[in-house]
Each structure stands twice: as structure tokens, then as C-alpha cells.
């Protein structure tokens, strides 16, 4: 079975910190097709956005305009998992987070991608 599950959402003020991780099945997280790992984040009423995205073979990293600087995805392969360290949070970056798998960055940056998560949400009070 296919499953990204994430964790890690929640409230916090403006200016503070929260990590989100996903847990992928081992058949995403080794499928050699599916080359990246990431997240996107949807707001009420919005499209989802990509937020940011590792590469499977050589960690590579790619980030959003709006998150380069405050946030930092990693990867865990040894437990299958993908985090996303979020740091210095403004109400704006108030939305349902997902994590996601994609066959390329190309694809991933421009809002697709072949597995998703649920999501959790963050919520960024001002």
C-alpha cells in the first residue's frame, strides 16, 4: 500500500517554529522513479502551493520564494521519513500542509506530483 502520512501541524505564534515530518511507505520513499520527496501547502479558498523538495538520490533541495531562508526540509532514509523545519512563521504561512512524491522537480515546483498525503495543519497567529 501507497501512504504518505504527516504529522507535526498545529498553533504557534508569530515568529515561531514548528517541524512537520512524513513518514512514507517503503515502496515511495525506494520507487526509483519517484525522485523527490517534498511538501506543498494549501490555504483556505487557494490553490496548493509547492513549498519545498529533496532529491532520493543525492539530496538536492529546492524552495519556494516565499519559505527560501526560513524553512529547511531533510530526510531521514533509514526510517522512510521527510521533515520539514519551519522557522520564523507568519500568519500567512497559515495552511494544510502535504507531503508529497513526484518523478521530478519540474513537475513537483509547478504544483504536481504522484502520491499526497492527507495533510495537518499550521496555523500562524499573529
Known amino acids: 500500500q501507497v501512504q504518505l502520512v504527516e504529522s507535526g501541524g498545529g498553533l504557534v505564534q508569530a515568529g515561531g517554529s514548528l517541524r512537520l515530518s512524513c513518514a512514507a511507505s517503503?515502496?515511495?520513499?525506494?520507487?526509483?522513479?519517484?525522485?523527490?520527496l517534498g511538501w506543498f501547502r494549501q490555504a483556505p479558498g487557494k490553490e496548493h502551493d509547492f513549498v519545498a523538495a529533496i532529491s532520493r538520490s543525492d539530496f538536492t533541495t529546492y524552495y519556494s520564494d516565499s519559505v527560501k531562508g526560513r524553512f529547511a526540509i531533510s530526510r531521514d532514509n533509514a526510517l522512510n521519513t521527510v521533515y520539514l523545519q519551519m522557522n520564523s512563521l507568519k500568519p500567512e504561512d497559515t495552511a494544510v500542509y502535504f507531503c508529497?512524491?513526484?518523478?521530478?522537480?519540474?513537475?513537483?515546483?509547478?504544483?504536481?506530483?504522484?502520491?499526497r498525503g492527507q495533510g495537518t495543519q499550521v496555523t500562524v497567529s499573529s
Open positions: 517503503t515502496r515511495i520513499f525506494n520507487i526509483d522513479t519517484l525522485g523527490w
Open positions: 508529497a512524491a513526484s518523478l521530478n522537480i519540474q513537475i513537483m515546483s509547478r504544483g504536481g506530483y504522484n502520491y
